[in-house]
């Protein structure tokens, strides 16, 4: 749920936002979050549930557990706070990542364990929610750098179905075709 | 979609387990060669390490969507991959360069080159002090480069800076206008050569029989002479064709490029010029010998060097120059000034030096600030500065600390002419301005040459265009 760094700025923001809408959001295994509409429409599917009508304020999100969606919650909580406070979020991981404020928050977002960062790929997809793929997707990408084909398959559970000779073969092609 | 977790099997989510798109994005955060070892894992991830139109182009928007229109190179139609491998390659041109050695007789030959990016395209502009009597600088189209939709290297070079309007969209008659196809060779990071590609046509004309075989040497190397491209197109002769030229070149590329160079015309001489180009290339003369330009690596300050970089002022002659602030790794700063294309040589000439960067920050003792307040600025003189009082205020302009420094008399023998040595023939003062902008002067004479900064935030500063008159 919100964690207490979160309340603060919330209840700054709170005589604002007295009357704006929530909505709550149903997680797979029946555990309900209620969540300001603007924050849940962080999520691009969420998004055009709520514009399409379909609503009527539970959404169920049959595809992810409260654990996580928990953590997507407090994703977008802080992405819309920081959208809210200065210019647009810059949720593009390119070349600002020093001078976006939130990137040490995203840092730590993503120190989990490589179960719980899948689970939130998944979710992040499902939901289409593009700062939050991209985020976890880079930091996938993260642990395959410096690493051997061997290593690879080793951490992401990949199966290995070339021979030694195909492998090297592939090898030799992609050092053409990728250097 | 979203699978769901299978916690019986062994607990955990596979890379597989992942919809296409999400292996894609995944993938976009790799380099080349990183996606390359990927595609060693598994047999089933080769073609998705192969995917151009979602892979690859999300590599190429990610470095560089900031920055030019991905889409657009090569009119949409050139694979993202080759499009990646050549952007990587030139983005290393963005910045300053500086023409080593003797440029071109009789054409004005650029010192200080200028990369930016287009929407589709790279260009190095000329900069030039411009001699007005102002601060300003002039820029002018030098070369252009890009790719053609069949992934061909196109590059032009514009000897005279004044390229002409072509009046009608539909005679790109190649020959009959100023430009020169160019070659590009890399030598390292902070060196190339640009040299006249005297087989840009017959080149072309083949081109459609073998664009797979240029393409996959292009890729791998932009190190060519003109012999590999001879033999990659099966032995063409070495000879010029311009009865193949016309309409060779996409329209399309010809006049984004004459848009991009052309904004003024050059009545009269043109007609002249053609003759003399026709003539030349009848013979297979060369129109461009090939120059060398070397990359000013550290073009801006920093914190911890300040007088790094590119700087314009006025000193020895009374016309704007530009001068280059060096720090040596052995803690010393040397400051030289950047050649101008009316000397023999690439001119060099050492303005001052010192083998001590430490500042002394104000306040200033009595004599120092004596030093500095008797002196008179050394400024571009035109009206135009004094317009608008607020241009004047470095008169005003406070001091934050001070250099000593040396100028290039140092390293005169002492005795000759039997003039004693006295070091205040060459001892002078750095005064850095609050500003971050700085003056230079010598205590055998009363001046501070005050200098400004080139450039700012990647943008040439205060650029005027050529103008035809």
């Given at each position: 749920m919100a964690s207490s760094s979160t309340s603060v700025v919330v209840s700054n923001k709170e005589k604002e936002n007295k009357n704006t809408k929530k909505v709550t959001l149903k997680s797979s295994d029946g555990e309900s979050f209620e969540v300001d509409e603007s924050v849940a429409m962080e999520s691009q599917t969420i998004k055009h549930i709520i514009e399409d009508g379909c609503a009527n304020n539970e959404i169920p999100l049959p595809n992810v557990t409260s654990g996580i969606l928990s953590r997507v919650i407090e994703y977008c909580k802080k992405h819309k706070e920081a959208a809210g406070e200065s210019e647009p979020s810059v949720t593009s991981y390119t070349s600002n990542?020093?001078?976006?404020?939130?990137?040490?928050?995203?840092?730590?977002?993503?120190?989990v364990d490589q179960n719980t960062l899948f689970d939130l790929i998944l979710a992040a997809n499902y939901l289409d929610i593009k700062g939050l793929l991209d985020l976890t997707c880079k930091t996938v990408a993260d642990m395959m750098k410096g690493k051997t084909p061997q290593e690879i398959r080793e951490t992401f559970h990949i199966k290995n179905d070339y021979t030694p000779e195909e492998e090297a073969e592939v090898r030799k092609e992609n050092q053409w075709a990728f250097e | 979609m979203a699978n769901p977790k299978s916690d019986e099997m062994g607990g955990s989510i596979s890379f597989t387990d992942f919809p296409e798109d999400v292996q894609l994005c995944i993938l976009s955060f790799l380099t080349p060669s990183e996606v390359s070892t990927f595609a060693c894992t598994s047999k089933r991830f080769v073609s998705l390490c192969r995917n151009d139109a979602k892979l690859w182009f999300t590599m190429c928007h990610r470095r560089w969507g900031s920055k030019t229109q991905i889409r657009k190179w090569g009119n949409g139609k050139i694979a993202f991959r080759l499009l990646y491998k050549t952007l990587n390659e030139w983005e290393n041109l963005i910045g300053f360069w500086r023409r080593s050695g003797r440029g071109n007789i009789g054409i004005s030959s650029p010192p200080l080159v200028f990369f930016e990016w287009g929407p589709s395209f790279l260009t190095g502009s000329r900069i030039s002090p411009s001699k007005n009597g102002t601060y300003s600088v002039l820029k002018s189209?030098?070369?252009?480069?890009?790719?053609?939709?069949?992934?061909?290297?196109?590059?032009?070079?514009?000897?005279?800076?004044?390229?002409?309007?072509?009046?009608?969209?539909?005679?790109?008659?190649?020959?009959?206008?100023?430009?020169?196809?160019?070659?590009?060779?890399?030598?390292?990071?902070?060196?190339?050569?640009?040299?006249?590609?005297?087989?840009?046509?017959?080149?072309?004309?083949?081109?459609?029989?073998?664009?797979?075989?240029?393409?996959?040497?292009?890729?791998?190397?932009?190190?060519?002479?003109?012999?590999e491209i001879e033999d990659s197109i099966g032995g063409d002769s070495g000879s010029f064709s311009p009865s193949h030229s016309p309409g060779s070149l996409p329209e399309r590329l010809m006049s984004e490029m004459y848009q991009h160079f052309a904004n003024r015309t050059s009545p009269g001489s043109g007609d002249k010029r053609r003759q003399r180009r026709k003539e030349k290339e009848r013979q297979g003369k060369r129109k461009w010998e090939a120059e060398h330009f070397v990359k000013i690596v550290n073009c801006s300050p920093t914190l911890t060097r300040p007088l790094q970089g590119l700087w314009k002022g006025i000193y020895d002659d009374m016309s704007l120059n530009f001068y280059l602030v060096v720090y040596e790794d052995n803690g010393g700063i040397i400051c030289r000034r950047v050649g101008d294309s009316s000397e023999r040589f690439s001119s060099y000439g050492l303005v001052f030096w010192t083998s001590n960067a430490t500042f002394i920050e104000s306040p200033l003792s009595p004599e120092e600030k004596y030093l500095y307040d008797s002196r008179m600025h050394v400024r571009p003189l035109a009206a135009e500065n004094y317009i608008h009082e607020e241009l004047l205020s470095e008169e005003t302009e406070m001091v934050s600390r001070i250099l000593n420094i040396n100028s290039s008399y140092d390293l005169v023998i002492p005795d000759l002419a039997g003039s004693t040595t006295n070091p205040r023939n060459v001892e002078g003062r750095i005064w850095q301005y609050i500003s971050g902008t700085f003056g230079f002067g010598f205590l055998r004479d009363n001046f501070i040459i005050d200098l400004k900064h080139v450039s700012q935030n990647g943008c040439v500063l205060d650029t005027k265009e050529l103008c035809s008159d």
């Open positions: 990542s020093t001078t976006n404020p939130l990137t040490e928050w995203d840092t730590e977002f993503v120190k | 189209p030098f070369l252009w480069m890009t790719l053609s939709q069949e992934g061909q290297t196109v590059n032009f070079l514009d000897p005279d800076g004044r390229a002409e309007v072509l009046d009608c969209v539909g005679e790109m008659d190649f020959s009959d206008n100023d430009l020169i196809p160019v070659n590009l060779s890399f030598m390292g990071k902070t060196h190339f050569v640009v040299e006249e590609n005297m087989n840009f046509f017959a080149f072309s004309s083949s081109n459609s029989n073998s664009s797979s075989n240029f393409r996959r040497s292009s890729s791998s190397s932009n190190m060519r002479c003109d012999d």
